[in-house]
């Protein structure tokens, strides 16, 4: 099994308790009159303002102009008469979903800047906004086809969710991995191998300036499914370098513990993978250096067991080989690692990201834990927890409707009614 090393491995504010927080909730909107003509109320069973707080029962939340104006208690907040209510109310409302790992490489996307704007909207629904993501993080992908349909979502043409990406990333010399060959030829050619520091801050400043909002740094791959290339530190810095300079996140493909290793070294800030096929579990001292680096993870377990069924493993060498994964985040979470949900779908054709929320409560996190990795640990990690990531007045009206409660059953997480996004609807079930 050791080629299964090789595989494809495309993986905040202070906390504030629950009687100041309500009070910061009902701060803002609850005595102030309100034009109606874009106000609209969103009554909730249960609401969970935030995953740190205690949820609130029989809530409501105001949305004025695609922002929160207020929400908790339904006789704590002040409704204008002519405030519409929605008719997704009725559910369980958690903050708008980042999934921080897809990629917009399938045919179906090609030529975004022209393609029919029903089909772009109806794939990124059945991708994406169907199950709560109103951000999303492409971690590699074609840059300028990805800006394009980024932007006719931000134009209005397209209903879809917010779109982050890190468009064309950084390989090794002779490194391009395998499982991604069978691409056009020209897509190939654009592809970053930097060999020294000096081509890898070109190509940083490149594909910062062709609209990508990160840098993303394959550390270790394989070109033909058996031997390894690796990505030199001088290089992996470098770009991390000319990244954070302009003030951008650096993401690692990291593929093993070797990989890791030239991640932190390098500077990286997310790994976008735990490691599968290891010999050997993530022990303290690395978990450490990852936590005092401020290293996020990335798990996309459901990843390992779509690769490994393609390549017709036995069940049981499937469990164990995804078991040992399970136990790296484990260990990393316990010890306070931050933790980004994502699910590498995009390449992974299975878009549903149930089993994801299934093997993530395996893995000890509890469903706030999910939640944080869906809301508040994203909004942090991309400093943008004063504007999303929680059901806070000022903040954007990102909001998922939930048909049942995560916390009774995580799968529930994957059980979206309603999606909006700055206030405008992404994807209802219900029907007309």
């Known amino acids: 099994m050791a080629e299964t090393v090789f595989k494809p491995v495309s993986a905040m504010i202070a906390t504030?308790?629950?009687?100041?927080?309500?009070?910061?909730?009902?701060a803002f909107g609850a005595s102030a009159p309100l034009a109606a003509a874009d106000t609209w109320v969103l009554e909730a069973t249960t609401l969970y303002p935030a995953p740190d707080v205690p949820a609130i029962s029989n809530a409501v939340v105001l949305v004025q102009g695609g922002k929160i104006v207020a929400a908790g208690p339904r006789d704590h907040v002040h409704i204008p008469k002519n405030a519409r209510v929605s008719e997704c109310s009725g559910g369980v409302v958690t903050a708008g979903f980042q999934n921080s790992h897809v990629h917009f490489m399938e045919d179906v996307w090609n030529d975004a800047a022209h393609a029919p704007a029903p089909e772009l909207a109806h794939h990124l629904e059945a991708m994406l906004?169907?199950?709560?993501?109103?951000?999303?993080f492409d971690t590699g992908s074609d840059v300028t086809n990805t800006v394009a349909l980024r932007e006719r979502i931000d134009k209005g043409e397209i209903r879809g969710p917010r779109i982050l990406t890190a468009g064309i990333p950084l390989y090794p010399p002779d490194g391009i991995p395998f499982y991604i060959r069978d691409l056009p030829p020209e897509?190939?050619?654009?592809?970053?191998?930097?060999?020294?520091?000096?081509?890898?801050?070109?190509?940083?400043?490149?594909?910062?300036a062709s609209g990508a909002d990160a840098t993303k740094l394959f550390v270790h791959t394989s070109p033909d499914g058996k031997s390894a290339r690796f990505m030199s530190i001088e290089v992996a810095r470098a770009a991390a370098e000319e990244t954070h300079a302009r003030g951008k996140l650096v993401l690692a493909h990291p593929t093993s513990l070797e990989g890791i290793r030239g991640a932190l070294a390098a500077g990286v800030d997310v790994v976008v993978h735990t490691t599968l096929g290891e010999t050997q579990p993530w022990d303290t001292a690395l978990i450490t250096e990852m936590k005092a680096k401020h290293m996020s993870v990335v798990p996309t377990f459901k990843l390992w067991k779509y690769e490994l069924r393609k390549e017709d493993?036995?069940?049981?060498?499937?469990?164990?080989?995804?078991?040992?994964?399970l136990q790296e985040l484990?260990?990393?979470?316990?010890?306070?690692?931050?933790?980004l949900f994502g699910t590498d779908v995009g390449y992974m054709h299975e878009y549903d990201p149930t089993e994801e929320y299934e093997y993530m409560a395996q893995a000890g996190l509890t469903p706030?834990?999910?939640?944080?990795?869906?809301?508040?640990?994203p909004a942090a990690r991309w400093k943008e927890s004063m504007r999303r990531g929680r059901v806070a007045p000022r903040l954007d009206a990102?909001?998922?409707?939930?048909?049942a409660d995560p916390a009774s059953d995580v799968r529930n997480f994957a059980s979206a009614r309603c999606v909006f996004r700055a206030g405008l609807p992404l994807f209802t079930s219900i029907s007309p």
Do not use: C, W
């Not at 308790?17 to 910061?24: E, I, M, N, Q, V």
């Not at 493993?313 to 994964?325: K, S």
């Open 330 to 339: 484990r260990s990393f979470s316990e010890a306070g690692g931050q933790v």
């Open 398 to 403: 990102d909001l998922v409707v939930l048909t």
């Open 368 to 377: 706030m834990q999910i939640l944080a990795s869906l809301t508040t640990a």
């Open 129 to 136: 906004t169907r199950y709560g993501f109103t951000t999303v």
């Open 187 to 208: 897509q190939l050619a654009r592809m970053h191998q930097p060999k020294d520091a000096r081509e890898a801050r070109e190509d940083v400043r490149q594909n910062l």
């Open 16 to 26: 504030v308790r629950s009687a100041g927080f309500l009070s910061l909730f009902l």
């Open 313 to 325: 493993v036995p069940p049981e060498v499937i469990n164990r080989l995804i078991g040992a994964t």
